[in-house]
């Protein structure tokens, strides 16, 4: 189980069941819509995380900024999903550029490796697959992106994720920690804790009827200080230890969070049209909304009364 280091003035918003849990209560959209993170008890994705360590970390030797910047954020099918390799003087070589640095740069050219960790990464894809029909079970997906971060990930910044679409949708993750060692991360304030604390200091009104991925980059940015001073906010976190092979769920835009140390892990993020969502009301866009009418709401019942005009 997860070893959870609560910090008493952010709110508790871990909740746990099992998948039997899960399945019995037709699905846990509720707690993950009103911000919850949900972990899976008693379960553990059952993969070679072992193969997985032999990987490289580091995309240092790509030159070219976009595919390094796509071996990052790899998504799993590259492993196992494709036209099969051709041999050509001793070389493999594959139709895709991707799968092709996948095998050249992160599996150091080992066909065995490949293989083995496509073996692995196939199982955790299905997995991720299960676990999401079981926790979302009315969801309507009209996009997946199965990532896996297989390169090390060190003292990130506190952040709210930020997708820049601008669009009014849903998402949930399925997260897991696919490496022997314990993944750690740091999460805070909800964005609608943030939005109340620092609505007046900050002129957060300046937002309302904006797409709210302006005020998710001020956030990340301005206030928390984004890439460039790390470090730099004073918000207390609570502190996870997220153990090899453990699942949780979430959405990324509603809780503030830092990966403190990881070194292999699966992000699985679901887009959905709000139709599907327990309550549509709960989608991120009207969530900050909500926020700002009761913060306008509040501003004018504080605000003193007129001065009767003169007779």
Not at 73 to 102: H, I, M, T, Y
Not at 254 to 269: K, P, T
Request: negative net charge.
């Amino acid at each position: 189980m997860a070893h959870i280091e609560r910090h008493p003035q952010v709110a508790d918003y871990f909740v746990q069941f099992s998948l039997a849990e899960i399945e019995a209560r037709g699905g846990v959209a509720d707690l993950v819509e009103t911000g919850n993170i949900v972990i899976l008890k008693d379960y553990r994705l059952d993969v070679d995380f072992e193969v997985l360590t032999r990987l490289r970390k580091s995309t240092e030797g790509i030159e070219d900024r976009q595919l390094k910047k796509t071996l990052k954020k790899l998504e799993s099918p590259f492993f196992f999903e494709g036209e099969p390799p051709v041999e050509r003087k001793g070389r493999l070589l594959f139709a895709n550029d991707v799968r092709q640095a996948v095998f050249d740069v992160i599996c150091r050219g080992d066909r065995e490796l490949f293989d083995a960790a496509a073996k692995a990464l196939q199982h955790s894809h299905d997995e991720a697959l299960r676990i999401f029909g079981a926790a979302f079970p009315s969801y309507e997906p009209f996009r997946l992106v199965p990532s896996v971060r297989l390169t090390r990930t060190l003292f990130e910044n506190l952040h709210w994720d930020n997708h820049s679409i601008d669009d009014d949708f849903h998402q949930a993750r399925v997260f897991a920690n696919l490496d022997v060692r314990p993944r750690i991360w740091h999460v805070s304030h909800r964005v609608p804790e943030m939005m109340r604390r620092l609505y007046r200091e900050h002129d957060l009104g300046r937002f309302a009827g904006r797409d709210p991925n302006e005020l998710l980059d001020y956030l990340n940015g301005d206030v928390l200080g984004g890439g460039h001073k790390i470090w730099m906010d004073n918000q207390p976190r609570h502190r996870i230890a997220w153990e090899p092979g453990e699942v949780w769920l979430g959405e990324s835009r509603l809780i503030s969070h830092q990966i403190y140390y990881g070194e292999a892990a699966m992000v699985y993020m679901w887009f959905m049209r709000s139709k599907s969502m327990a309550d549509p009301q709960n989608r991120f866009n009207a969530i900050v909304e909500d926020v700002h009418r009761e913060m306008a709401e509040g501003a004018a019942a504080d605000a003193p009364e007129a001065a009767p005009a003169a007779a």
